[in-house]
């Protein structure tokens, strides 16, 4: 007798074949029968006649930091995730010595936007090397099934300490850097991350250690994934890494390489697509490259006393650096707004804003007399007054002690571009960004989005083939075995939906994070349940397990993958 059987679905498998009505059957936690009847079960559940599919396998998230203090990963379960990965873009939290973890959390606060208050009341530092946290983690259980990369500015700063973001490595350190990427590895880490983007800074606005690594650095860490004959080399790729250069390392090493973030930029059009063509030509090469596209449009909200959009440029670095107290004569100053205008006039291939001022909005003001100007674009209010955009931008926030809030709609604006991205043979479907940018925006839900927008309202692809992205596609790229499928012998990681009003909620402020901080969170629609290797962790209402009662962290720590 099966221990679960859910009857009166339509079976989606994660495959991409065919919607089929049936049911399935959950015994220890794997799928023990699936087909018209399946016989009975200690427990049965209707389905109704909604879509069974596999839970969605989120690779890109950084719940490093929450994971500590919030097994239940709290939105994404709820959202449809029942696999996670995090460490992405090389963040993480894990090796790092006690002397190291006040400027490790503070590096986050800028790169990732998470709550300083937040972590210093939140995070358990019960560990100081990567094996120490694994185990922790898999002490104290996680709702959902998670898996984390090694990642490289940790190891940097734990071996090269206060250098780690100002210099290149030695020989010697190179040495020791690969030791410890080693022994994450045998501690069951899924690959290596790292980050070479120019946006990705840390505490003092200098860049995150990653970025100071040459190509020997990145060559002998990723050749440690090569030695072991297992896991996948993730980067978020600044300008100066060339697709080439990363298929050198996936031709050295037969490990995948999966090359993030591809998101589409208006004013440099063509520039994704030709790397991603890159990417699919390096494939038809037999070289195992990836390009990680995002189905959502890249929407942040900031004040100007911690703009993430606007560090990317070259020209902003005086104000990214400055003390707290001396940013306002920065930011008043002539000359650092000419020069900023200097540079926004130059095309780049990989900034986050590119001076269409049309896409920046005042989402909300402090002062009353103010608020005619909210939903307002800046570049329509600032030719309402005659002045340059960036100085009417400015000039509002210094008047509110850099506390305005804006919006700008980004990257992955235009439609029609995302829909490529998301057709190309070369793409892989993630980036929601998870447990990071918590102040900024919230795609934790990106797969419910492409189910319920690209799916069903554009119809750029079948619900068969959107879950079979979502699913085994990720699970079988990472390595990741048995999950991301219905089919016997897998494990019973299940989501129930409703493919008519599928979506994700729009965004909204909680403070729930430790020390009450705030983040952004979104709920889903047209979730049904959400089942982790067959233990029910969403109920019918959408309402999420947050993993304090007894077996309700039904989730696995993933040490093992497939090579
Ligand atoms: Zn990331």
Redesign the pocket.
């Known amino acids: 007798m099966h221990d679960l059987v859910i009857t009166n679905a339509r079976i989606c498998d994660g495959l991409g074949s065919a919607l089929r009505p049936g049911s399935l059957g959950v015994k220890d936690g794997r799928i023990s029968a699936l087909g018209e009847d399946v016989g009975s079960g200690r427990e049965s559940f209707d389905a109704g006649g909604l879509v069974l599919a596999p839970g969605i396998v989120d690779t ?1 998230t ?1 719940y490093d930091a929450q994971i500590t203090w919030d097994p239940s990963l709290n939105p994404s379960p709820a959202l449809g995730v029942t696999t996670v990965v995090m460490g ?2 090389g ?1 993480a939290i894990a090796p790092c010595r006690a002397a190291d973890r006040d400027l490790t959390m503070r590096n986050l606060v800028r790169v ?1 936007g998470m709550s300083l208050d937040a972590m210093h009341a939140g995070i358990q530092w019960r560990f100081e090397s990567f094996p120490e946290y694994m185990d922790m983690i898999a002490e104290s259980g996680v709702v959902p099934n998670l898996a984390a990369f090694v990642g490289h500015s940790a190891v940097r700063t734990y071996v090269l300490g206060d250098d780690a973001p100002r210099r290149q490595a030695t020989v010697d350190e190179i040495a020791q850097m690969c030791a410890i990427v080693r022994e994450a590895m045998d501690a069951g880490a899924i690959g290596f991350a790292t980050s070479t983007s120019p946006s990705h800074n840390g505490a003092s606005g200098e860049p995150m250690p990653s970025r100071l690594a040459n190509d020997e650095e990145l060559r002998a860490l990723v050749g440690v994934l090569g030695e072991a004959e297992r896991g996948i080399f993730m980067l ?1 790729k600044g300008g100066g890494t060339s697709i080439p250069f990363l298929e050198s390392l996936a031709a050295e090493t037969s490990r995948p390489v999966m090359i ?2 591809l998101l589409h930029n208006s004013t440099n059009p063509d520039g994704v697509f030709q790397e991603l063509d890159q990417i699919r030509d390096a494939r038809e090469r037999g070289h195992k490259l990836y390009g990680q596209v995002s189905c959502c449009p890249l929407t942040m909200e900031f004040t100007l006393a911690a703009p993430y959009p606007l560090e990317g440029i070259a020209a902003w670095s005086p104000a990214l650096t400055a003390a707290p107290g001396d940013l306002p004569g920065i930011l008043a100053d002539t000359g650092f707004r000419d020069s900023v205008e200097g540079d926004l006039s130059e095309p780049a291939p990989v900034r986050l804003f590119n001076g269409e001022w049309h896409k920046l909005r005042v989402l909300e003001v402090v002062k009353p007399e103010n608020r005619c100007f909210e939903g307002h674009d800046v570049a329509e209010l600032a030719a309402a007054e005659g002045k340059r955009p960036l100085d009417w931008m400015l000039d509002l926030a210094l008047e509110e002690n850099l506390r305005t809030t804006f919006v700008a709609v980004l990257l992955n604006s235009d439609d029609s571009a995302v829909a490529k991205l998301l057709t190309h043979p070369a793409s892989a479907i993630a ?1 929601s ?1 998870a447990g ?1 940018h918590l102040s900024f925006f919230c795609d934790a839900g990106f797969g419910l989005h492409l189910l319920g927008y690209w799916v069903r309202e554009r119809q750029v692809m079948s619900l068969e083939e959107g879950v079979r992205r979502l699913t085994s596609e990720p699970a079988d790229i990472y390595g990741i075995r048995d999950r991301g499928r219905l089919s016997v012998g897998a494990h019973a990681d299940l989501l129930l939906f409703d493919p008519q009003r599928v979506a994700r909620g729009s965004s909204r402020r909680v403070f729930d994070l430790p020390a009450g901080a705030p983040r952004l969170t979104s709920d889903a629609i047209g979730v049904h349940g959400v089942w982790v290797n067959g233990t029910r962790v969403v109920d019918d209402n959408g309402v999420s397990s947050d993993g304090a009662g007894p077996g309700q962290r039904p989730g696995q720590l993933l040490r093992e993958f497939a090579s």
């Open positions: 890109h950084h992405n873009c963040f990732e978020t993030a973030a980036l960004d990071a």
